[in-house]
């Protein structure tokens, strides 16, 4: 099948934006294109329409494609639960928790028909796919079981783009260490080099170029300046590098804390508060700098139990119900609201050693863990006193949520299903729904409550839709590499290797 790979000298080189600006630009220029990536690490997963589990990354570079996503175009997904211990979800579903010497030793010999069968069924749809590796393909101690990077180039023939961070330093030595540490036939599939999240004058940087082809023999198909964008990032360790908005007395209304949980998840859910004027949003692992926050944020966790003993280890725990007692509102998501409940009951030991735990005690609700999960896109109306406001989002999760009898719903589905649950004075809400503060037109209303409160006046009601946004994020990403990237040559070398012609 006519393919282009893009792998990385290491991981978060920007290997996932340089495919969904492909996927983009090839979807523009005619091409009926698909996102690729055999195995994918990350907490930060997405929903198909049919419910199956796979990384964010390759929903996100569907959407750019203009398609919709499914379980093959990501068929092996591994969440990290505990030390050295995943979730591995096949085609979408749950498929067992390993250890990583089990993983890596007993199941990858065996995946690669599963693989194949993605492979198989995107082709019957597809002419182009655009593969996104893993980390590094010269990882030698992890190389004869590596099933993302140069394996999957074998397998659908293609070449392969290295792409390289610049930020990080070092980036020549990296080039040259990743081709020294191939084999032969690996390195003749390389094909070019991109230089990413450059930041300076690109006339400093020529000779270094020059001289990496000479030494080479393959082009620098580009040089991508740093790009700020609002394109869901893959994993956590976008976290540090995220462009977050400072504490600032003179121009914030509304200071935002999000608990930055160990195994945090599908964090992703912060964003749109980071976009909101006159807010500060920050993350917070430790009691210093806490303060007294207008908002405080218990996001997604891959491990409740876990990380609630955490917070309550580091003190974390008696801070949000002290901040919440003298105004602080506080929101829970999914993990999040499991926390904030009465107790969480894990009779199977699904999550821990732990039959029962207390929660926060914020919300009158109890949260029993079972090995089944339920994974669902979801929308509905929001009740008490936030109705008025339909919402849409997914559900990634192995608790089940019961509230007693004087506790209200947070929302109805349209099923008729209640989900999450309110504080009785309104200040304290839990939810299993991803993606709520995606919901711009709710998002702007809450936060103007707030303001409301603090005898600020609000901000206005005029908000630009999610799914506009994500539009204008894929066409600025295409236009932008389209400016710093070669693709007449990347269309020669896709037409040398595939047949695949430019319209």
Request: with cysteine.
């Given at each position: ?265 599908n964090f992703t859910d912060i964003s749109p508060l980071q976009e909101e004027p006159s807010t500060s949003v920050r993350y917070i692992s430790s009691l210093r700098g806490f303060g007294q926050p ?55 030991r699904v999550e821990s050693t732990f039959s029962t735990l207390d929660g926060l005690g914020l919300l009158a609700t109890s949260t029993t863990f079972y090995a089944d999960k339920r994974t669902i ?127």
């Amino acid at each position: 099948m006519p393919s282009i790979m893009i792998q990385g000298t290491s991981s978060d080189a920007g290997k996932s934006l340089l495919v969904t600006g492909l996927c983009r630009i090839f979807r523009e220029d005619g091409h009926r294109v698909a996102p690729f990536k055999s195995q994918n690490m990350a907490l930060n997963s997405y929903i198909t329409q049919d419910g199956g589990e796979i990384g964010r990354a390759q929903g996100v570079q569907a959407e750019a494609c203009g398609i919709e996503a499914t379980v093959d175009m990501n068929p092996i997904l591994l969440k990290p639960k505990a030390h050295m211990v995943s979730e591995v979800i096949v085609h979408g579903r749950h498929f067992a928790d390993m250890e990583a010497f089990a993983y890596r030793n007993d199941f990858v010999p065996q995946v690669m028909p599963k693989i194949e069968e993605s492979i198989n069924r995107l082709a019957e749809t597809y002419n182009l796919l655009v593969i996104e590796g893993a980390g590094s393909p010269a990882e030698i101690n992890l190389k004869d079981r590596d099933i993302a990077n140069m394996r999957m180039a074998d397998l659908l023939d293609c070449p392969v783009f290295l792409a390289a961070d610049i930020e990080r330093g070092g980036v020549f030595a990296s080039i040259i260490g990743t081709l020294e540490l191939l084999e032969p036939h690996e390195r003749a599939r390389v094909q070019g080099f991109i230089i990413n999240k450059f930041r300076g004058k690109k006339e400093l940087l020529d000779s270094g170029l020059d001289w990496l082809e000479q030494r080479t023999g393959i082009p620098v198909l580009g040089v991508i300046p740093h790009f700020e964008h609002d394109i869901d990032p893959e994993d956590s360790l976008a976290l540090d590098a995220l462009k977050l908005k400072k504490r600032d007395l003179l121009t914030a209304d509304l200071d935002i804390a999000v608990i930055k949980l160990p195994r945090i998840s599908n964090f992703t859910d912060i964003s749109p508060l980071q976009e909101e004027p006159s807010t500060s949003v920050r993350y917070i692992s430790s009691l210093r700098g806490f303060g007294q926050p207008d908002l405080i944020v218990l996001p997604g966790s891959k491990n409740t139990v876990e990380d609630l003993i955490w917070l309550q280890e580091q003190g974390l725990a008696d801070a949000i119900r002290t901040a919440h007692a003298k105004g602080s509102r506080i929101a829970g998501i999914c993990g999040g609201f499991q926390m904030l409940g009465e107790t969480l009951h894990d009779p199977e030991r699904v999550e821990s050693t732990f039959s029962t735990l207390d929660g926060l005690g914020l919300l009158a609700t109890s949260t029993t863990f079972y090995a089944d999960k339920r994974t669902i896109r979801n929308k509905g109306q929001l009740l008490g006193p936030f109705a008025g406001h339909e919402v849409e989002g997914y559900e990634i999760h192995l608790g089940r949520t019961e509230r007693r009898h004087d506790a209200e719903p947070f929302l109805q589905f349209e099923s008729g299903d209640h989900d999450g649950a309110v504080s009785a004075d309104g200040t304290v809400f839990g939810t299993y729904l991803h993606g709520l503060f995606q919901n711009r037109a709710f998002t702007r209303h809450f936060l103007n409550s707030i303001r409301a409160e603090k005898g600020l006046p609000p901000c206005g009601d005029e908000v630009t839709g999610e799914a506009e946004r994500r539009e204008q994020s894929y066409q600025k990403l295409a236009a932008h590499l389209r400016q710093h990237l070669d693709i007449d040559l990347v269309y020669h070398i896709l037409n040398t290797w595939s047949g695949v012609k430019q319209s």
